[in-house]
């Protein structure tokens, strides 16, 4: 367990939360969330406990809270005309890309989130929540191999048609084709990432979080013109799993974010899943840890998953509805297996040329 107890400094608890109202304005929160190094902490404690901005700018706490925002320059007399020109400019900017913001007294935002030590105060959603639907983490490497990719399809796509949402963190790899299968067999799909939602990148990305936010949502707890940073992935990671009533881990080597994700999961009471994989693979030996530690059920099926929880309906088919452009790449598909397979034996299983097997596997690895 060694291995991940750094990140577990992510878990300190919100003392005496009320999420169930407040008088405070959306406008109100988000100005105070532009003070310098507060916390989401912090900010719940002092909206819990003040009736509004202006009665706690005329009446700071008498704590070493209340010094430490004195002290900032921002929080003076003339610091909440500041902080609300921020909140305007981000409410401006957030219009322009359609984002709605939740804070956490809003009835929109997800109840389940809210269980978790340490949820965030505010988050930028484009897209819709659905507190009627169970949403189940898929996370990965971002280095697959064959079977990791006709695995994660397999599991999204059994996911989806269970009625249940696909949610993954949008990176390069696994993550994406836990998207595009939840969306290719007709699902939704929430995508949390690590930047504002006006900052993602790469541009694949890009546009595959506006394809997901006509069928799910893209969820993040930072403001829009956040460029992601490297600590802001681990905190992503906790929302994913904080989201998901279950997260699988489909293949994972022993270093990545998928093992965070996982330890959150664990951390967070969620049921944590991993895909057992080949012994001789490097990009399992994360997925068999997990397992051989009793830290993750065996995910031998994702019909097995899913009757485990409880939400399996007997006759949904877990397998992928492609969307082919042309023949050839359906017949390339096909001829795929769980088992690694020369391509020369491809072209052969599905007569056709080599050079044909090539490009298509090629433009369908991305």
């Known amino acids: 367990m060694g ?9 300190l608890p919100i003392q005496a939360m009320n999420t169930n109202k407040t008088s405070w304005k959306t406008e109100d929160i988000l100005a105070l969330s532009f003070v310098r190094g507060i916390t989401a902490t912090t900010l719940v404690s002092l909206v819990n406990n003040y009736g509004s ?3 706690l700018f005329e009446n700071p706490p008498n704590s070493r809270t209340g010094k ?35 804070h956490i007294w809003d009835k929109r935002y997800p109840e ?12 930028f959603v484009r897209g819709e929540l659905e507190s009627s639907k169970n949403s189940i983490g898929i996370v990965g490497t971002r280095q697959f191999t064959i079977y990791g990719k006709i695995t ?29 299968a939840a969306l290719a067999s007709g699902g939704k799909t929430y995508a949390v990432i690590a930047s504002g939602i006006d900052c993602i990148s790469p541009q694949l990305s890009a546009k595959l979080a506006v394809e997901i936010s006509k069928n799910g949502a893209v969820i993040s707890e930072y403001r829009c ?27 994972s080597g022993m270093k990545g974010g998928s093992l965070i994700t996982a330890q959150f999961a664990v951390d967070q009471s969620r049921e944590l899943f991993a895909v057992p994989g080949n012994i001789n693979s490097d990009k399992s030996e994360g997925t068999n840890m997990l ?24 006759g949904k088919k877990s397998s992928i509805t492609h969307t082919f452009t042309h023949d050839i790449e359906r017949r390339v598909y096909e001829g795929l297996s769980y088992e690694p ?11 056709l040329s080599a050079q044909d097997v090539m490009v298509n596997l090629l433009h369908n690895i991305n």
């Open 112 to 123: 389940i989130l809210k269980q978790i030590s340490y949820p965030p105060a505010l988050i």
């Open 3 to 11: 291995l991940f107890l750094y990140f577990h400094f992510h878990h």
């Open 341 to 351: 397979i020369q391509m020369d034996d491809i072209a052969e299983k599905v007569k």
């Open 291 to 314: 397992i051989r530690k009793n830290m993750a059920i065996a995910a031998i099926s994702p019909e097995d998953m899913l009757e485990e929880l409880g939400y399996y309906s007997p």
């Open 53 to 55: 901005i202006q009665e």
């Open 152 to 180: 994660t399809e397999r599991f999204a796509a059994s996911i989806a048609k269970n009625n249940c949402i696909v949610t993954s963190g949008l990176a390069s790899g696994i993550d994406t084709i836990a998207h595009k």
């Open 225 to 251: 013109g956040t460029k992601a940073l490297p600590p802001y992935f681990p905190q992503r990671n906790r929302i994913i799993s904080g989201l998901s009533r279950a997260v699988v881990v489909t293949e």
């Open 68 to 102: 430490r925002l004195l002290q900032d320059d921002l929080f003076s007399k003339s610091g909440i005309t500041a902080l609300k020109t921020a909140a305007e400019k981000q409410l401006e900017l957030c219009k322009k890309h359609s984002v709605d913001i939740y």
